[in-house]
């Protein structure tokens, strides 16, 4: 079974970070979409099925969240991870941020301080868990998050305040923000990271952490090598550097992607014939909650 599910949507937050991510200023409404009403408010996603699905298989699921000012249905157009859904049989949910002056966004921090919204993202991210599985059959120890820019953040949020429900996390283009959390586990994270992003700099800023900053958190956390295996691919359309930090508790690793010269984007350059989707998915499917499967 495939199903695309894009409703109106009509919440007033304000935003968390303004950057220039794919689809700034688009509408939030998407054609077609699943609704759930959480915190008083109708929160949109679009859910993908793959034809395989059998109830009595518990399948994977993975969230994939669109940057600030993005639109779920455009965003899977953009970053579309539904032919490897179909073909790795895991279900994809690409939820909708909530909206203030037509610019969706995520919450990445706790309510307070660090978010300019008083949305809750976080627990709109845990009901949705649970309508899904009330659904379908979910495999509730093989549950991920991905994002894009803002959505990486949010990606990297989940990590911290809901390690209960996630079981690794990837990053392309996004940064963590400086509310963090102990996970409940060690937590596999991948980051994807151009060295030329002029909006969440490879190296940072006075308002962003940079790759390395991010990198080093979860090397720490995570007890893994401090000194990565380092491979490199310069065939393609840009060169890309892949370090491996590995043999982390539980047997988790966190691993870098650096895109020499890469913008601010959800890269199509391949590294060794793996697109962004390939590299993500074959990364965190290697683990559940408990660590390397």
């Known amino acids: 079974m495939v199903v695309f599910l894009f409703v109106e949507c009509s919440e007033t937050d304000t935003v968390i970070v303004v950057d220039k991510d794919y689809g700034k200023g688009s509408n939030s409404a998407n054609e077609n979409a699943l609704t759930l009403e959480h915190n008083g408010l109708n929160r949109e996603y679009v859910l993908f099925v793959p034809s395989a699905y059998d109830s009595a298989t518990p399948l994977p699921l993975l969230f994939n969240f669109h940057g600030f000012g993005g639109n779920a249905s455009e965003y899977m157009a953009y970053a579309d991870m539904r032919t490897l859904a179909e073909s790795e049989n895991f279900i994809l949910v690409y939820p909708q941020g909530s909206n203030l002056d037509g610019s969706p966004h995520w919450n990445t921090c706790p309510n307070g301080g660090d978010n300019k919204s008083n949305a809750d993202d976080f627990?709109?991210?845990?009901?949705?868990?649970?309508?899904?599985?009330?659904?379908?059959?979910?495999?509730?120890?093989?549950?991920?998050?991905?994002?894009?820019?803002?959505?990486?953040?949010?990606?990297?949020?989940?990590?911290?305040?809901?390690?209960?429900?996630?079981?690794?996390?990837?990053?392309?283009?996004?940064?963590?923000?400086?509310?963090?959390?102990?996970?409940?586990?060690?937590?596999?994270?991948?980051?994807?990271?151009?060295?030329?992003?002029?909006?969440?700099?490879?190296?940072?800023?006075?308002?962003?952490?940079?790759?390395?900053?991010?990198?080093?958190?979860?090397?720490?956390?995570?007890?893994?090598?401090?000194?990565?295996?380092?491979?490199?691919?310069?065939?393609?359309?840009?060169?890309?550097?892949?370090?491996?930090?590995?043999?982390?508790?539980?047997?988790?690793?966190?691993?870098?992607?650096?895109?020499?010269?890469?913008?601010?984007?959800?890269?199509?350059?391949?590294?060794?014939?793996?697109?962004?989707?390939?590299?993500?998915?074959?990364?965190?499917?290697?683990?559940?909650?408990?660590?390397?499967?």
């Open 123 to 293: 627990g709109f991210v845990a009901a949705l868990v649970i309508e899904l599985s009330g659904i379908y059959s979910i495999d509730q120890n093989r549950i991920y998050a991905a994002g894009y820019s803002n959505g990486g953040m949010m990606a990297y949020g989940l990590a911290n305040y809901r390690s209960e429900i996630f079981a690794a996390v990837a990053s392309v283009s996004g940064t963590m923000l400086d509310c963090t959390a102990t996970p409940e586990h060690p937590m596999p994270v991948i980051h994807l990271h151009g060295t030329a992003d002029d909006t969440l700099p490879y190296d940072g800023n006075n308002y962003y952490n940079g790759a390395e900053t991010v990198l080093n958190h979860w090397i720490a956390f995570n007890n893994t090598n401090s000194s990565p295996t380092v491979t490199s691919d310069t065939s393609g359309s840009m060169d890309i550097e892949r370090y491996v930090y590995d043999q982390g508790d539980a047997g988790v690793a966190v691993t870098h992607y650096k895109y020499i010269g890469g913008g601010h984007q959800w890269f199509t350059a391949s590294y060794r014939g793996e697109d962004t989707a390939r590299l993500i998915w074959d990364f965190v499917s290697q683990y559940d909650i408990n660590g390397l499967r």
